[in-house]
């Protein structure tokens, strides 16, 4: 029986690779879904051939599953075997030879500058206190000043700020760390809203409430506002900025980071490091949507573009 396998990968990927949770429950629903395909045919781990794991790519494709999910699926899959191989559950791989579906490449949506500045505008005026107002220009000052990821941004320790640091020390994917230089105006956005949250919570301490060690605490079980919360406070700081929500999201603000620097001569390496990128091929999309915008510009501007 294998039914043991996809438990003790999920263990080992999780402790080796410190794998989030959303990481470990993606490939548990991936490893599950193929396991259940194998025993339609009387097969499990230990008896699939080659054939089988294709059998089950083309399946997904007859499905209609878009070519990325295909690919993850069958990275999923692939990761199993090797560590059942390395395990010595198996004598072989049988997916170490399958090629996987070819991912059309989508370039990332980004913002203008102008349409950045608007939104940092429009971010002191966001909320329906002060407090709100003072959080909302951190949270946008610093994600457009460090290109952080949404989930790395609202879990920021408190400590990480504190002494109006002129580097940022950020714990991103997989516990790999790095260091982004602040912007003043991030610096100011930080300091303001820091002097204010120092206040409520002194004021909480005296009630004998614990003060809390995240830079935008929340009420609720993280502990600290979450992704959903900042998300719709995004669409809304966009709205009054006269951008369209529905092309605005955390993830685009990392995108015009990226774009905008790689605009004004930052190294392509330099922008790997700042994003926390493991290859510097995931950056390189950068250089496409610059691609994009200049040919735009040319076709749109050149006085011969019509003829």
């Given at each position: 029986?294998?039914?043991?396998?996809?438990?003790?990968?999920?263990?080992?990927?999780?402790?080796?690779?410190?794998?989030?949770?959303?990481?470990?429950?993606?490939?548990?629903?991936?490893?599950?879904?193929?396991?259940?395909?194998?025993?339609?045919?009387?097969?499990?781990?230990?008896?699939?051939?080659?054939?089988?794991?294709?059998?089950?790519?083309?399946?997904?494709?007859?499905?209609?599953?878009?070519?990325?999910?295909?690919?993850?699926?069958?990275?999923?899959?692939?990761?199993?075997?090797?560590?059942?191989?390395?395990?010595?559950?198996?004598?072989?791989?049988?997916?170490?030879?399958?090629?996987?579906?070819?991912?059309?490449?989508?370039?990332?949506?980004?913002?203008?500058?102008?349409?950045?500045?608007?939104?940092?505008?429009?971010?002191?005026?966001?909320?329906?206190?002060?407090?709100?107002?003072?959080?909302?220009?951190?949270?946008?000052?610093?994600?457009?000043?460090?290109?952080?990821?949404v989930s790395e941004l609202v879990s920021l320790p408190v400590a990480a700020m504190r002494g109006n640091p002129e580097m940022l020390f950020i714990k991103g994917k997989g516990g790999k760390e790095r260091m982004v230089p602040l912007s003043p105006s991030a610096k100011m956005a930080t300091a303001a809203y820091l002097a204010d949250l120092d206040q409520m919570q002194?004021?909480?301490?005296?009630?004998?409430?614990?003060?809390?060690?995240?830079?935008?605490?929340?009420?609720?079980?993280?502990?600290?506002?979450?992704?959903?919360?900042?998300?719709?406070?995004?669409?809304?700081?966009?709205?009054?900025?006269?951008?369209?929500?529905?092309?605005?999201?955390?993830?685009?603000?990392?995108?015009?980071?990226?774009?905008?620097?790689?605009?004004?001569?930052?190294?392509?390496?330099?922008?790997?490091?700042?994003?926390?990128?493991?290859?510097?091929?995931?950056?390189?999309?950068?250089?496409?949507?610059?691609?994009?915008?200049?040919?735009?510009?040319?076709?749109?501007?050149?006085?011969?573009?019509?003829?």
């Amino acid at each position: 029986m294998t039914t043991h396998w996809i438990e003790t990968f999920l263990e080992a990927i999780q402790a080796e690779q410190d794998a989030s949770e959303n990481t470990v429950m993606a490939y548990a629903r991936d490893l599950q879904e193929f396991e259940a395909f194998l025993k339609k045919s009387r097969q499990d781990f230990k008896s699939a051939t080659r054939s089988d794991v294709e059998n089950y790519i083309v399946s997904l494709e007859t499905r209609g599953m878009a070519a990325s999910t295909r690919a993850r699926r069958l990275s999923s899959v692939r990761q199993l075997f090797r560590f059942a191989f390395e395990e010595g559950w198996r004598d072989d791989d049988p997916s170490s030879q399958i090629k996987g579906p070819r991912k059309i490449k989508h370039l990332p949506d980004t913002l203008s500058e102008d349409q950045v500045d608007r939104m940092l505008d429009a971010a002191l005026k966001t909320g329906r206190s002060k407090p709100d107002r003072l959080r909302n220009t951190c949270l946008m000052q610093l994600l457009y000043a460090t290109g952080m990821r949404v989930s790395e941004l609202v879990s920021l320790p408190v400590a990480a700020m504190r002494g109006n640091p002129e580097m940022l020390f950020i714990k991103g994917k997989g516990g790999k760390e790095r260091m982004v230089p602040l912007s003043p105006s991030a610096k100011m956005a930080t300091a303001a809203y820091l002097a204010d949250l120092d206040q409520m919570q002194e004021l909480e301490r005296k009630k004998g409430k614990p003060a809390s060690r995240f830079l935008f605490p929340s009420n609720g079980k993280l502990g600290h506002l979450t992704r959903i919360r900042f998300y719709t406070l995004v669409k809304e700081i966009a709205g009054n900025a006269g951008v369209d929500p529905n092309t605005v999201t955390p993830h685009t603000l990392r995108h015009a980071f990226a774009t905008h620097l790689l605009a004004g001569g930052a190294d392509l390496r330099v922008i790997q490091m700042l994003l926390g990128h493991a290859d510097v091929a995931t950056t390189e999309i950068y250089t496409h949507v610059l691609d994009e915008k200049l040919k735009s510009l040319v076709l749109d501007h050149h006085p011969l573009a019509n003829d």
